[in-house]
């Protein structure tokens, strides 16, 4: 990889900071360390909710509006399609115009999207807004977690927050099924919509503006010479520590994170339109109907199920930050890859069972969430991007990820659940292989 191994435990190893500078004072949590916990955790609580809707909603909406099997396949990819292109552009944009300005721009967005979406009159409307609403997630969804990144007082508190704000998809990712259970029919798709994810905008909106007033740019960085050992560094900062500014061998650390990336959300996307598919397939066996039998939408007490297994992923992410430490990296993820492969062979071989549809799909993601935390850990660790590459290589990274969203969501819409379980199975096998084929030196 070009790089000696000396080189990759300095760069690489995720080694937790101290809690102490080196003149012995404590590292104390600032103000705005906590204003920045509270952000990023209130902005991936929003995120969830948005991601989470189509598996909840889509079914619903596309019995109400009448639309084709094809007309609904297009409605759930439409989100993950314009999440990731965006996600792609917006770490660019964030450089040029500010993180902050960024983030901004998503959640004002997110609002107009979602109002749009609550009064669409006809299919092409609801589409347009599930695209608007893809958007504005992508433009967040990475740039968020650089803001925090940039802006905290001292690296063990970005690995807090990382994992905070990644809590947060999970509490968005139960809350929308839960709240669906107790409001949908009461209250109807279109004021649901707006009570589920409106109010969840505004905090946000408001800690930017009154608390955060100054933005974050990489590119106010003053750049120094490079070392012996071809590292970029940065002015030492005030605890008289020095940061890379650049690593070697860029654009191989991101080829390696963009295939996990591609993996792990693949695996991880199955709760979202996957688990309510194969619901729906089991529930047109139990009534004998067709597979476009309104009766057989994925809602009720199923709504329970959705939660139960999107909840594993929190599991799996507050699981991470202590497994990583006992056990290597190599027998880690080879582990949880076969545990993957596990799940996806019983749920191609006993897909008709209810309990297997619920235990398997909950086995992968908590294998997703605790490789996703991982994968976070990475993505803004400035040790493996560098500070300037930090933001394009988490975006690229991120959008790749959806774009492995789309390739399943379109399998399942448009082909079958089964091919979307076969997929899944092909790729748990290419992790398992190439995980085992990296040398010592190779990984993070």
Not at 6 to 31: A, I, N, V
Not at 177 to 195: E, H, K, M, N, Q
């Amino acid at each position: 990889m070009g790089e000696s191994s000396d080189e990759q435990s300095d760069l690489l190893q995720k080694t937790d900071d101290t809690w102490t500078r080196k003149d012995g004072t404590r590292k104390d949590w600032t103000r705005k360390d906590w204003i920045l916990l509270f952000l990023g955790l209130l902005i991936n609580v929003g995120d969830g909710i948005e991601i989470y809707l189509p598996g909840v909603l889509t079914q619903y909406v596309a019995c109400e509006i009448g639309v084709n099997d094809w007309q609904e396949g297009i409605l759930g990819c439409i989100l993950y399609l314009t999440m990731g292109i965006t996600t792609f552009a917006a770490a660019p944009l964030s450089t040029r115009f500010g993180r902050r300005e960024t983030i901004l721009l998503s959640l004002y967005g997110s609002i107009v999207s979602t109002i749009v979406c609550s009064v669409a009159g006809n299919y092409l409307t609801l589409l347009l807004s599930r695209a608007l609403i893809g958007f504005t997630v992508g433009l967040n969804i990475s740039v968020t977690y650089v803001f925090q990144a940039e802006k905290a007082s001292s690296k063990k508190i970005v690995n807090t927050l990382i994992l905070v704000s990644s809590l947060g998809y999970s509490v968005g990712s139960i809350w929308i099924p839960v709240i669906a259970y107790f409001s949908l029919d009461l209250l109807g798709w279109r004021t649901f919509l707006l009570i589920a994810s409106l109010p969840i905008f505004i905090p946000p909106i408001l800690i930017l503006h009154i608390f955060l007033k100054d933005s974050s740019n990489l590119e106010t960085i003053t750049q120094a010479e490079p070392t012996e050992s071809g590292e970029v560094e940065a002015e030492p900062t005030e605890d008289g520590e020095v940061e890379a500014v650049e690593v070697p061998n860029f654009k191989m650390r991101l080829f390696k994170l963009c295939f996990f990336a591609i993996i792990n959300s693949y695996q991880g996307w199955g709760t979202i339109l996957l688990l309510p598919s194969l619901i729906r397939l089991f529930n047109v066996k139990e009534v004998g109907g067709e597979g476009t039998n309104c009766e057989t939408v994925t809602q009720g007490n199923q709504f329970f199920l959705l939660a139960f297994v999107a909840g594993a992923a929190g599991l799996g992410r507050i699981a991470s930050p202590i497994i990583r430490k006992k056990i290597r990296f190599r027998i880690l993820y080879t582990s949880l890859a076969v545990l993957i492969l596990a799940s996806y062979t019983m749920l191609l071989l006993i897909e008709e069972n209810l309990i297997v549809i619920v235990v398997t799909t909950f086995l992968g993601k908590l294998v997703y969430g605790m490789i996703s935390m991982e994968k976070n850990y990475i993505s803004y660790d400035v040790r493996y991007f560098g500070k300037n590459g930090m933001a394009i290589g988490s975006g690229l990274m991120q959008g790749a990820g959806s774009m492995a969203a789309v390739a399943g969501t379109a399998l399942v819409s448009f082909a079958s659940p089964q091919i979307a379980i076969i997929a899944g199975l092909v790729l748990s096998v290419v992790q398992i292989l190439v995980v085992n084929s990296m040398e010592e030196q190779d990984q993070w």
